[in-house]
């Protein structure tokens, strides 16, 4: 490797590290927490939720912590180096710092010919349709404003870090209603971050079969929440997808999809 290509390869790791730590609020050792209508600063290293991604940050771009944000660097990372097909998708975006880092990984290292897509209602989560997914029955998120965050709000997020662009979709509306429009797309990445099983199972559906070979499907709460987990594995059963689900954390899992079918 050259010195030139060393020094590149240097900055792009140097300003990777910075968002990352940056989208998570990890960066100042000090970290905002909500908790009963209160925010607190405590100190922050490896053993706090804030690093794990195991609580609801006041002031964080994402909940996903550092931890995810690396799965989500190796799949983006590994999809370029093999020249995988297709766009990038995360369906539940909260504030979007997730997808602001997609947005990041392929302004670091040159990409022009893939696309962020940034679906969420940014209304919230939708009400459970009990009758329609049981799972569902015993969801309340749907009645909890945090998780609401307008797509303005999301978009400033991009413009923040100067990442708001041709190469950023934004995807609005409930997934039942908007994936659906999508299933003519090729994707290199997909990240399944909608919690409920309904909304777990519309991203599926809709995006798991463009999906390229050597595609990456990343779900956020596949071991954490079980109507996440019961709409994967219904999925994976009935359409016989066997490779294995490799766990990220407490919360997330992804697997590769096979190159030979």
């Known amino acids: 490797m050259s010195s030139n290509s060393a020094n590149l390869a240097e900055l792009q790791a140097l300003y990777l590290h910075v968002m990352k730590h940056t989208l998570a609020d990890t960066i100042h050792g000090m970290t905002c927490t909500m908790s009963n209508n209160q925010v607190a600063m405590i100190p922050l290293d490896e053993r706090h939720p804030r690093w794990q991604g195991e609580d609801w940050p006041a002031f964080a771009e994402t909940m996903v912590g550092l931890r995810r944000l690396d799965c989500v660097q190796s799949c983006v990372e590994q999809v370029i ?11 539940g975006v909260w504030r979007g710092g997730t997808c602001i880092f997609m947005r990041a990984l392929l302004k670091a290292y040159g990409v022009t010919d893939k696309t962020v897509y940034v679906a969420d209602s940014f209304e919230g989560l939708p009400k459970p349709d009990a009758e329609k997914y049981p799972h569902d029955k015993e969801m309340v998120l749907h009645d909890i404003p945090f998780l609401a965050v307008s797509v303005d709000q999301v978009q400033g997020g991009f413009q923040r870090y ?98 030979v079918r």
Request: charged share 30%.
């Open 81 to 91: 180096a093999d020249n995988v097909p297709g766009d990038l998708i995360e369906t």
């Open 162 to 259: 100067g990442l708001l662009d041709d190469q950023v979709k934004f995807v609005k509306g409930f997934f039942r209603d908007t994936l659906p429009s999508l299933r003519d797309r090729q994707w290199s990445v997909v990240r399944l971050d909608g919690d409920m099983y309904e909304s777990t199972m519309d991203g599926l559906v809709n995006l798991y079969p463009g999906l390229s070979p050597g595609g990456y499907l990343i779900l956020d709460d596949y071991f954490h929440l079980a109507e996440s987990a019961a709409a994967t594995d219904e999925y994976r059963a009935k359409y016989g997808i066997t490779e294995p689900i490799e766990r990220v954390d407490g919360f997330s899992g992804f697997w590769r999809k096979s190159l």
